[in-house]
C-alpha cells in the first residue's frame, strides 16, 4: 500500500471505485470468452441470449452482477435459472485485480498481472468444464511474460529481477511437467499444464513459478481428496489447471514475502 501514500484518500477511493466497475464489465466479457473458446464460435457474432428460450437480451439485462441480481438468477422471459457462474466470475475479475492493485501498487508489471488474472479465470472455468486448456490462452499468458523481459530489459520494470530470471522461469516447472507427462504417457498431467508453467514460469520468473507449483500441488491434493469424500459415484479426473491458476495468482500476490521469509533459514548468522 506504500506507493498509494503519496495520494490523496480520495484518489485512492477512485481508483478502486473505477478497478471495480471496469473490472465487473471485463469479467461480463470473460464469461463470454469461457463460453464460446469451447465451441470456437466467433467472440462477437451473435446479439447474447437466454440459453433456455433464446430470448435476446436487452441494454438492461446486460449489466454484469446487477442484472444477474436483480432478476434473481432467472431469465426474465421464461425464468429458466441463469448460472451463477455469470455474477461470480464478474466479481471474482473485478476482486483480484483490486488485489494486485492494491499490493503491487501502480507499476508497469501491475498491468501485465491484471491481464493474467482474468486469462486465468478463463483458463480455470475452461479446465474444469472440459479437461483441455484451449492453447490460445497459454500463448496470451506467455506474451505478457515477454513483455515483462521487455520492460525488465527497457527499464520500465520497477519491482523485477535481472531477465534471465524470467528465461530460466519459462523451463524449471514446465522441463519437471514435460518429464512427468513422458513417464506417465500423459496420464498424470496433460500437455496444456506444461505450457501454462512456461508461460508463467516467463511471467514470473524461476522461484516463483515454483512456488505457484508447490501451492497448486498442494491445492489441488487437498481439495481432490474432499471431492472425492463427498461424492463417491462420479468418477474423477482431475482437471490440474484450475489448481495451477490459483497457484499462480497467490505466487503473484504473496510470493515475495513467501520467499524472502524461505530465503531466511538459508541466511548465515554473522
Ligand atoms: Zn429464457
Redesign the pocket.
Given at each position: 500500500m506504500g506507493d498509494f501514500l503519496f495520494l490523496e484518500t480520495n484518489a485512492i477511493v477512485i481508483i478502486f471505485v473505477m478497478l471495480f466497475l471496469v473490472g465487473i464489465i471485463v469479467g461480463s466479457f470473460l464469461n463470454v470468452l469461457i463460453f464460446r473458446i469451447p465451441l470456437k464460435e466467433d467472440i462477437a457474432v451473435e446479439r447474447s441470449h437466454?440459453m433456455?428460450?433464446g430470448?435476446v437480451l436487452s441494454w438492461y439485462e446486460l449489466i454484469p452482477l446487477l442484472s444477474w441480481i436483480i432478476q434473481g438468477g432467472k431469465?426474465r422471459?421464461?425464468k429458466?435459472k441463469i448460472s451463477a457462474q455469470y455474477p461470480i466470475v464478474e466479481a471474482l475479475n473485478a476482486l483480484l485485480w483490486m488485489a494486485i492493485v492494491y499490493i503491487w501498487g501502480l507499476r508497469w508489471e501491475t498491468i501485465l498481472f491484471c491481464i493474467c488474472s482474468s486469462i486465468l479465470i478463463v483458463l480455470a472455468v475452461i479446465d474444469e468444464r472440459t479437461k483441455e486448456i484451449p492453447i490460445g490462452l497459454n500463448i496470451a499468458i506467455g506474451i505478457l511474460g515477454l513483455a515483462r523481459v521487455i520492460f525488465v530489459l527497457t527499464g520500465l520494470a520497477s519491482k523485477s529481477g535481472p531477465w534471465y530470471e524470467y528465461v530460466i522461469g519459462a523451463f524449471v516447472v514446465s522441463g519437471l511437467f514435460l518429464l512427468i507427462v513422458v513417464i506417465t504417457k500423459g496420464r498424470g498431467m496433460g500437455g496444456g499444464d506444461v505450457k501454462l508453467m512456461a508461460a508463467a514460469g516467463l511471467l514470473l520468473g524461476w522461484k516463483h513459478i515454483i512456488l505457484a507449483m508447490i501451492i497448486g500441488c498442494v491445492l489441488g491434493s487437498v481439495i481432490h481428496i474432499i471431492r472425492m469424500s463427498i461424492d463417491k459415484k462420479k468418477e474423477h479426473v482431475l482437471a490440474f489447471g484450475p489448481y495451477l491458476a490459483a497457484g499462480i495468482y497467490l505466487t503473484i500476490l504473496f510470493g515475495e514475502p513467501i520467499i524472502n521469509w524461505y530465503l531466511g533459514f538459508f541466511a548465515r548468522p554473522y
Amino acid at each position: 500500500m506504500g506507493d498509494f501514500l503519496f495520494l490523496e484518500t480520495n484518489a485512492i477511493v477512485i481508483i478502486f471505485v473505477m478497478l471495480f466497475l471496469v473490472g465487473i464489465i471485463v469479467g461480463s466479457f470473460l464469461n463470454v470468452l469461457i463460453f464460446r473458446i469451447p465451441l470456437k464460435e466467433d467472440i462477437a457474432v451473435e446479439r447474447s441470449h437466454c440459453m433456455h428460450c433464446g430470448h435476446v437480451l436487452s441494454w438492461y439485462e446486460l449489466i454484469p452482477l446487477l442484472s444477474w441480481i436483480i432478476q434473481g438468477g432467472k431469465c426474465r422471459s421464461c425464468k429458466a435459472k441463469i448460472s451463477a457462474q455469470y455474477p461470480i466470475v464478474e466479481a471474482l475479475n473485478a476482486l483480484l485485480w483490486m488485489a494486485i492493485v492494491y499490493i503491487w501498487g501502480l507499476r508497469w508489471e501491475t498491468i501485465l498481472f491484471c491481464i493474467c488474472s482474468s486469462i486465468l479465470i478463463v483458463l480455470a472455468v475452461i479446465d474444469e468444464r472440459t479437461k483441455e486448456i484451449p492453447i490460445g490462452l497459454n500463448i496470451a499468458i506467455g506474451i505478457l511474460g515477454l513483455a515483462r523481459v521487455i520492460f525488465v530489459l527497457t527499464g520500465l520494470a520497477s519491482k523485477s529481477g535481472p531477465w534471465y530470471e524470467y528465461v530460466i522461469g519459462a523451463f524449471v516447472v514446465s522441463g519437471l511437467f514435460l518429464l512427468i507427462v513422458v513417464i506417465t504417457k500423459g496420464r498424470g498431467m496433460g500437455g496444456g499444464d506444461v505450457k501454462l508453467m512456461a508461460a508463467a514460469g516467463l511471467l514470473l520468473g524461476w522461484k516463483h513459478i515454483i512456488l505457484a507449483m508447490i501451492i497448486g500441488c498442494v491445492l489441488g491434493s487437498v481439495i481432490h481428496i474432499i471431492r472425492m469424500s463427498i461424492d463417491k459415484k462420479k468418477e474423477h479426473v482431475l482437471a490440474f489447471g484450475p489448481y495451477l491458476a490459483a497457484g499462480i495468482y497467490l505466487t503473484i500476490l504473496f510470493g515475495e514475502p513467501i520467499i524472502n521469509w524461505y530465503l531466511g533459514f538459508f541466511a548465515r548468522p554473522y
